[in-house]
């Protein structure tokens, strides 16, 4: 069979997939499927492509080309070195290096390829594209939108109706589309976005804060030396990655500058919360243009089914909590941000040449894994407090790290009991493990302790505590957690079908609803258990949850055809179920959802 290769032609980074035994798979070489999208010649006048030319860009400009897309469909030409290209040309030299390492990968020539632009993107960009891949010797079959390359992604075949979100930030453009899918066809309803708000701005802010910083510890400007620059560019790069999965980094790089004939060393410690900070305004900007897609798509936040994370800089905590909170609800990133569009490029292109696509099989968490900790809980100061680590649906393999404190003065030790979860108690949730770290400095609160998780694809957890200021540390390895994770599913699964036979039972062994008396039998999401399982386990509410959810898309699409006064005694009830959702309180959430199925089956009986 032909190979059809997808490919997303990014601003920053360009990926190339195709579909194997069913399943979109990214082609690489040596192990990094992500391909600079940045052109250069080295001194030499010898061509180079990829992370060699994106390693040259801040030493030798003049001969480095990088964020071409931008250029995609103008009538220009960029320098590079001695010569002028067009947009297209420069284009075509990626796709050519992409068609070369799937050719490599596959061992078997490819001339067909599925290419992925943004919505946004008009006519003449959608021709260059085609042209950049005809240049590059691909047949393009197809050019699609990226935000549907992200929905086939996460659904090929979705069972019905969908409305999705797809928030997308890149390294150098941000777009947010607005996209709905019946009967495997994506249509987006709406697509807004700023071309110059992505990653790249987030590396400047640290960079100038550095600087800055450096400036005023050693009287040094590291902006007046190339060298510095670049170094420095690269060093804050790897910084702000790094504070994705941290909460506190380091900044290091020797003999950065000269003071008096000495070297001067950069050594500067930046935190989460001090980032965060830097880059908030422009996730704020972010929301804006979301709110004008909703707008566009004359949506309201609580029609929309799935909010999908697309783009390496969505890899941002701060991203995932702004947005979760912003939409009430949670936000998918299980498939690499950064590799999503290239997966469903892949996708469309093995639909095109009639291959049977399942969906993606990614490793996940299915339970968030965090410690216990002394917390306000409702209100209420409470010793059994969750705090997550690694969130649940996170890919694996997964490193995340987080900072408590000691709170009694002089504590010498510290006992770290880890859970697994959803319950904001930890009286919800599974107890996996737990050690002490004890010989703690003699110091008053708060004492700072760094909690480290690092989860394997095997399903081994290691839990390491390192005192932040001795650098002290003890470390638990827990095994099995995959084990752990069937167990727990499979004994949600028992509970659930037991309290649905409990039921069934309650209500004598014969299905049939005795004649005459009137008496129906109940329905909805009021069969079988209690309060009292919850206590054992919380799948159950995990499910009213994802009921909870699903009715909201629902409620959300009748809404519109309502009377005002109809839509918003349904408002009300979905704010207050919204609200035992985030209580987790499985009574009222299924007490709430039955009012609104009432209401919802009436408006739809209109
Ligand atoms: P594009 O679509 O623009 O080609 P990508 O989707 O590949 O780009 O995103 C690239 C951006 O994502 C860069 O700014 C990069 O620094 C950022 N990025 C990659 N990994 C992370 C991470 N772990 N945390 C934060 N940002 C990241
Ligand atoms: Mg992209």
Redesign the pocket.
């Known amino acids: 069979m032909e190979v059809i290769l997808g490919i997303?032609l990014?601003?920053?980074?360009?990926e190339v997939a195709v579909v194997q035994g069913g399943r979109p798979i990214l082609l690489s070489d040596d192990g990094d499927p992500?391909v600079p999208?940045v052109v250069g010649l080295d001194p030499a006048g010898r061509l180079l492509v990829g992370r060699a030319a994106r390693n040259q860009f801040v030493m030798s400009p003049e001969r480095t080309v990088r964020s071409i897309k931008r250029k995609m469909g103008q009538d220009v030409t960029v320098p590079l070195g001695d010569q002028s290209f067009t947009p297209q040309e420069i284009s075509a030299i990626v796709l050519r290096a992409l068609k070369e390492r799937a050719e490599k990968a596959l061992g078997r020539p490819a001339a067909k390829a599925v290419i992925t632009v943004p919505a946004f993107f008009n006519e003449s960009q959608r021709e260059a594209t085609r042209e950049a891949g005809e240049l590059a010797g691909l047949e393009v079959v197809r050019i699609i939108n990226e935000p549907t390359a992200a929905v086939l992604t996460y659904d090929p075949h979705p069972p019905e109706m969908e409305r999705l979100l797809v928030y997308?930030l890149?390294?150098?453009?941000f777009d947010v589309s607005i996209a709905q899918v019946e009967q495997g066809v994506v249509e987006i309803l709406s697509s807004h976005g700023d071309t110059s708000l992505?990653?790249?701005d987030?590396?400047q802010l640290l960079f100038d804060l550095v600087s800055s910083r450096f400036e005023t510890e050693h009287g040094i400007d590291l902006r007046g030396s190339l060298v510095a620059r670049s170094r420095l560019f690269s060093a804050v790069?790897e910084a702000?990655?790094r504070?994705?999965?941290e909460p506190v980094t380091v900044i290091e790089e020797a003999f950065i500058a000269e003071k008096d004939g000495m070297p001067v060393n950069l050594s500067m410690e930046i935190t989460r919360e001090e980032y965060e900070r830097l880059i908030e305004p422009l996730l704020t900007r972010t929301l804006k243009c979301l709110d004008d897609a909703m707008e566009d798509a004359h949506l309201q936040a609580q029609q929309i089914d799935k909010v999908l994370l697309?783009?390496?800089?969505t890899?941002?905590p701060l991203v995932h909590r702004l947005l979760g909170s912003r939409l009430g609800r949670p936000v998918h990133s299980e498939i690499e941000?950064?590799l999503a569009?290239a997966m469903g490029a892949a996708v469309q292109a093995g639909l095109i040449a009639g291959i049977e696509v399942g969906a993606v099989l990614v490793d996940i968490t299915p339970y968030t894994l965090g410690i216990e900790v002394l917390g306000v809980q409702a209100g209420f100061e409470s010793e059994y407090c969750f705090s997550p680590i690694i969130e649940r649906n996170t890919p694996l393999p997964a490193t995340r790290t987080e900072i408590y404190s000691t709170t009694a003065d002089y504590q010498k030790e510290a006992r770290i009991r880890i859970f697994q979860g959803e319950g904001e108690d930890t009286r919800l949730n599974a107890l996996v493990g737990e050690f002490i770290i004890q010989g703690l400095a003699d110091v008053p609160a708060p004492n700072q302790v760094l909690v480290r998780f690092d989860l394997d694809l095997n399903g081994i957890l290691r839990v390491t505590a390192t005192e932040r200021a001795t650098g002290l540390v003890r470390q638990v390895v827990i095994d099995n957690m995959m084990e752990r994770f069937r167990k727990r599913m499979h004994a949600g699964a028992l509970a659930r079908i037991e309290s649905l036979f409990d039921e069934w039972s309650e209500r004598g062994e014969s299905q049939e609803t005795p004649e005459g008396t009137g008496e129906v039998l109940e329905s909805g999401p009021m069969v079988g258990g209690g309060p009292s399982h919850l206590a054992e386990d919380d799948s159950e509410l995990r499910d009213a949850i994802r009921e909870a959810d699903a009715l909201i898309g629902k409620a959300g699409r009748v809404e519109s055809g309502a009377h005002a006064d109809d839509a918003a005694e349904l408002q009300g009830l979905l704010a207050d179920l919204r609200s035992a959702m985030a209580r987790r309180s499985l009574d009222d959430i299924r007490r709430i959802s039955a009012e609104v199925e009432n209401v919802v089956f009436y408006l739809e009986d209109r």
Not at 10 to 14: A, H
Not at 310 to 313: H, L, N, R
């Open positions: 997303d990014g601003t920053t980074n360009s992500i999208s997308d890149g390294g150098g453009t992505g990653g790249d987030f590396d790069e702000k990655k504070l994705s999965s697309v783009g390496g800089a890899r941002t941000p950064d569009v």
